[in-house]
């Protein structure tokens, strides 16, 4: 496998620098398909470990350095192709004949590999194998016809928080996995740890890529535990109502200002979306200005919520409710929510700091 990563490596720098040269001279970018021919002419031959990978590879990484020159002129913003190093993103495209067993995967060239997990008995046509911090890593695309599923609640509000990860209108609470309070822990070790070693040094690279390793299992662990909540949402409810959080919004938000870091409320959001669509659910909205945690849940009454005061304790009608499950009762219910008076609310709120 680092065979092929390197081939195609190799493929996509001699590729770009033979489009930077042609550039240079003020000729015109080859194709995907000239390229791959002048490859095969000129580099194969000169290369011999060429011929021990699959010819995918190579041929792949040409139509990748085509797709990222196109992109530099379509969209904004993007930068001209880099070269790519060793151990950076490594990674590499296969197609052809491949067979799925369990946990084991046969692929072109390189044969049979087992799987840490189970694979879906399917015949994927094509595969992408990366390396994440010294892992190697497959995906292909299958087809899912999307089904219905039957719905146990018709309507649930959900509250996006950093301690719980969410907690619902039912009164239920998503928690941060132990595992991912466990890796941020090492992590922190690690850091130190680094610190300590010597620039160039051989215990430095091993510090280096524990470090990357525990950057990955946190990542792995966020992932898979906001998989597990939005498939549970969208699965067992008729209509999920969120809080639209826009980045102005976000940043403002001092309790969700570490999950924003983390990149975990568009993804939550973006999961929610098509998986609400796949099992026929109906994802909602409600307004990021919305004061969710200000309103008492049971009686309507409205007053200021610091983020310090973790219960919810109502002058009016006296109930006293967890501040996030108050929260998630409102996003659940805000049906008779007024826009306009909101605006008002904001305006005054501006006139009085002026
Ligand atoms: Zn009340």
């Keep these: 496998m680092a065979k092929h990563a390197g081939v195609a490596r190799h493929a996509w720098n001699w590729g770009l620098a033979t489009c930077q040269e042609i550039y240079e001279s003020g000729g015109k970018r080859p194709t995907a398909i000239d390229l791959h021919k ?5 580099v194969k031959s000169a290369n011999p470990w060429y011929y021990e990978v699959s010819k995918c590879a190579p041929q792949e990484a040409l139509r990748n350095l085509d797709k990222a020159f196109k992109r530099v002129w379509k969209v904004k913003g993007t930068g001209f192709p880099k070269f790519k190093k060793k151990n950076v993103n490594d990674s590499f495209y296969l197609e052809g004949s491949i067979r799925i067993s369990g946990d084991w995967i046969k692929l072109p060239k390189i044969g049979w590999v087992r799987s840490h997990e189970e694979l879906p008995p399917v015949e994927p046509k094509n595969v992408t194998i990366s390396k994440r911090a010294g892992d190697w890593h497959i995906s292909f695309k299958i087809d899912v016809t999307p089904e219905g599923t039957s719905k146990t609640r018709d309507r649930i509000g959900v509250d996006i928080g950093i301690n719980t990860l969410a907690t619902m209108s039912d009164g239920t609470t998503h928690p941060n996995p132990k595992a991912y309070r466990r890796a941020k822990r090492k992590l922190a070790k690690l850091q130190k740890e680094l610190s300590r070693r010597q620039k160039g040094g051989k215990n430095r690279e091993k510090t280096k890529l524990k470090l990357a390793k525990a950057h990955k299992r946190i990542a792995d662990v966020r992932a898979d535990s906001l998989h597990k909540l939005t ?16 980045v102005s919004g976000m940043l403002k ?60 304790e109502c002058p009016n009608c006296g109930i006293s409710i967890d501040r996030d499950l108050n929260a998630s009762i409102n996003l659940e219910c805000a049906e008779s929510f007024d826009r306009a008076s909101l605006v008002v609310d904001r305006s005054q709120k501006i006139q009085a700091r002026k």
């Design 38 to 42: 002048k490859l095969v002419a000129e």
């Design 231 to 246: 498939t549970y949402l969208a699965k067992n409810h008729g209509e999920v109502r969120i809080e639209n959080l826009n």
């Design 253 to 312: 938000n001092h309790k969700l200002a570490g999950a924003i870091a983390d990149g975990g409320f568009y993804e939550f959001r973006r999961q929610l979306e098509y998986k609400c669509d796949w099992y026929g659910s109906k994802l909602t909205l409600i307004d990021q200005w919305y004061p969710s945690s200000q309103i008492c849940s049971n009686c309507g009454h409205q007053q200021k919520m610091p983020l310090s005061k973790r219960t919810y």
